[in-house]
């Protein structure tokens, strides 16, 4: 098996997580009732063909997660795609393809933070948002302190939580569809000539796909993995068939019973409360207050939690090879976790999420910039799998190592270009500041390198 050490790092990081965990917290980090937050947006979005937008999100991701896995079998250290585009183009390739998923793994907790704790201000008006965004950043912080077994064993605990809500809402939505509470045909939420199109599906799918980001955490992961790095990939492309069947699902039963079909369409879903509305049309108060509840919690707890352990991974990975601060490779003797690293994600989160609650569509903004940031990164990793593998090892695998890539990086830049244009035009932007740190490096004498591998 691999080591870090064989590329030139040292092992500081506790290897302790096994198959089981790594997919566990792919899925948690997913959210196996994420739909629940966005379906409104998604239904709107896709004119009703939620299934066929989470599918065409579904095949996105597919491809990309079997890039993931070849390039964490030959790179099986922190650092994601970060550590993929560097190792296997090139330094400085490397580094923006971080500075463009930090883009996603940055925002995401933030993003996280902000939903629950508007939901759960709906919930409990006299505790503000504010302090509803204290509260789980400080709760998440404190766990991830404590180290990586500890956030497994939470993950556990909150994958099996989540997963017993999403099976009340399913058995119940059974029962109204039974009962003949159906507003639509059955196969409406796959196809609806009346209103289909691709750019329409393409556009929904870019959504769609955000239930879908967190299958690559795992990446992070791979100095804690104490097993094969082949694990890995297999973790992610089970956590990523596991969160599709959920979410195909439970959103074609949402979009079945969905009441005022043209109004949400025509209107959009502003407030968030499409499922929750929908939850209460097939079971009554009781079943929309439980998604709802169980929706802040997952998305302010038990997702936040992951993905500030991803991004802490991916800024101790750019900080050890001083592609930023180096003080952020710090690891914590006892608990042996990316302290600092910690503590920045926790402070970026907490400032972020403050500033966008004022905003009147801080939390459209920030998944539409997560989009955007992850879909980039995710580009890059397609072209390194050909670089790597077909151009400098000469592999006669052109099933994985070409035809895959390919296929999924078009996939992925048909849904880039069908994303919101605000969305494009920030992303843009992030990408110009990151070119313009990387030219300034450049000036300083710093040219990016990497630790050569110990052959």
Do not use: C
């Not at 500075?99 to 996280?112: E, F, G, K, Q």
């Not at 905003?359 to 799998?385: C, K, P, Q, T, Y």
């Not at 996939?411 to 035009?425: E, K, M, T, Y």
């Amino acid at each position: 098996m691999s080591t870090v050490e064989q590329f030139g790092y040292r092992q500081e990081l506790q290897r302790s997580l096994g198959f089981a965990d790594l997919m566990i917290y792919g899925l948690i980090f997913m959210v196996p009732i994420a739909p629940f937050g966005i379906f409104g947006n998604v239904f709107a979005v896709s004119h009703g063909m939620v299934a066929l937008a989470y599918l065409i999100g579904l095949v996105a991701m597919a491809f990309t997660a079997l890039s993931y896995a070849q390039m964490a079998r030959a790179f099986p250290m922190a650092g994601s795609v970060y550590t993929y585009a560097g190792r296997g183009i090139g330094a400085p390739v490397g580094f923006i393809a971080g500075w463009a998923i930090l883009l996603d793994y940055v925002l995401v907790p933030a993003l996280l933070y902000l939903v629950a704790s508007v939901a759960m201000n709906s919930f409990v008006p006299a505790v503000p948002v504010v302090g509803w965004l204290v509260a789980f950043v400080v709760l998440n912080t404190v766990v991830n302190y404590l180290g990586i077994q500890m956030t497994a064993r939470i993950t556990r605990i909150m994958l099996a939580a989540e997963l017993a809500v999403l099976a009340i809402f399913l058995v119940v939505g059974g029962v109204a569809l039974a009962q003949g509470k159906a507003q639509t045909g059955a196969l409406t939420p796959l196809f609806d000539s009346a209103g289909f199109s691709w750019s329409v599906v393409l556009a929904a799918a870019s959504v769609a796909v955000l239930s879908f980001l967190g299958f690559d955490g795992i990446s992070t992961l791979a100095e804690e993995n104490r097993e094969d790095a082949r694990r890995l990939g297999r973790s992610m492309l089970a956590a990523l068939a596991v969160a599709a069947v959920l979410f195909v699902v439970q959103t074609w039963v949402a979009a079945l019973l969905t009441p005022g079909r043209a109004d949400l369409i025509a209107n959009g879903d502003e407030a968030g409360n499409a499922f929750y509305d929908t939850a209460e049309f097939a079971g009554g108060p009781w079943l929309a207050a439980l998604t709802a509840v169980a929706t802040a919690v997952a998305w302010g707890f038990a997702n936040s939690l992951v993905a500030q352990a991803a991004t802490s991974r991916l800024l101790f990975a750019m900080g050890r090879d001083r592609m930023l601060p180096s003080f952020l490779a710090k690891v914590h003797p006892k608990h042996k976790v990316p302290v600092n690293a910690t503590f920045v994600v926790a402070g970026i989160s907490l400032v972020l999420g403050i500033f966008m609650s004022t905003r009147d569509n801080g939390i459209g903004e920030l998944a539409s910039l997560v989009n955007f940031g992850a879909m980039f990164a995710f580009l890059v990793l397609h072209v390194s799998v050909v670089v790597h593998y077909l151009i400098r090892k000469r592999s006669g695998n052109l099933l994985a190592h070409l035809v895959v890539p390919v296929v999924g990086f078009l996939v992925l830049a048909a849904v880039v270009i069908n994303q919101n244009v605000a969305a494009q035009w920030v992303g843009g932007l992030w990408l110009l500041l990151g070119l313009v740190v990387l030219g300034i490096t450049y000036l300083m004498g710093r040219r990016p390198e990497l630790p050569q591998e110990v052959v």
